[in-house]
């Protein structure tokens, strides 16, 4: 079964609105979650490493005002796009890993702004 | 700094037949993990097999094969007995072991696999 909950899976929204993206660990402690940003018929890009009771860390080109992550608890990090625009849309996924295993996956969040 | 390159966008193949899935890396890390994953249209990455840089066996599982050659820095997958359901997007990833801070995958441009009847 999943071991990584992410959530929603679909949003659609305007333009100028905020958008928040849940990804969840179950039945582990995760003190570090990842989230990558993939374009259509693209690769998965690395956009900031989560760490919880933290600062994330950015990866280069990243806005950090425009993708807020708040990693406030074990089993929980969440993305938000602050005023989204129509080239926020992508598909984001976050991922966790269990230490002496690969890391797994969320099952991505596709987000469209109109 | 660490690279991975995928250089088949796609691949046929036939139904039962193998396939193997190119994946070259580069990294200045001594240790280090190679990772295959599978994406579906649906977008959900699938872990698929791992091998570790120290492995001197190449790792299987099930119908997957890593072939993993060191000094090439290559690490091919092998798809026995393809299926319809292997169709689908699959990404060679790389992480550096025992090291702090650097625990994120890096990913390949990807190759798209179709599986013909």
């Known amino acids: 079964g999943a071991v990584v909950s992410q959530h929603p899976s679909w949003v659609i929204c305007k333009s100028g609105t905020s958008v928040k993206i849940e990804c969840r660990s179950l039945d582990f402690q995760a003190t570090t979650m990842f989230w990558y940003r993939q374009f259509p018929k693209q690769s998965l890009m690395l956009m900031a490493t989560s760490n919880e009771g933290s600062k994330a860390t950015y990866e280069q080109g990243v806005e950090k005002d425009k993708f807020l992550i708040n990693h406030a608890s074990l089993t929980l990090s969440t993305l938000t796009v602050t005023s989204a625009h129509p080239e926020d849309s992508s598909f984001y996924i976050c991922s966790a890993r269990i230490p002496g295993q690969p890391q797994h996956f969320g099952d991505g969040t596709r987000l469209s702004i109109l | 700094a660490q690279k991975i390159t995928q250089t088949q966008p796609g691949m046929f193949v036939q139904e039962k037949e193998a396939v193997t899935l190119d994946c070259t890396y580069d990294?200045?890390?001594?240790?280090?993990?190679l990772f295959w994953y599978k994406q579906p249209s649906s977008g959900e990455m699938i872990f698929l097999i791992y091998q570790g840089s120290y492995d001197e066996q190449n790792a299987t599982e099930g119908r997957y094969s890593l072939n993993f050659q060191k000094a090439r820095k290559s690490a091919n997958l092998v798809i026995s007995a393809s299926q319809l359901g292997d169709s689908a997007m699959y990404f060679c990833?790389?992480?550096?072991?025992?090291?702090?801070?650097?625990?994120?995958?890096?990913f390949g441009s990807g190759t798209r696999l179709q599986v013909q009847p």
């Open positions: 990833a790389m992480r550096a072991l025992r090291v702090t801070g650097r625990r994120a995958l890096t």
């Open positions: 990294t200045s890390d001594q240790s280090y993990g």
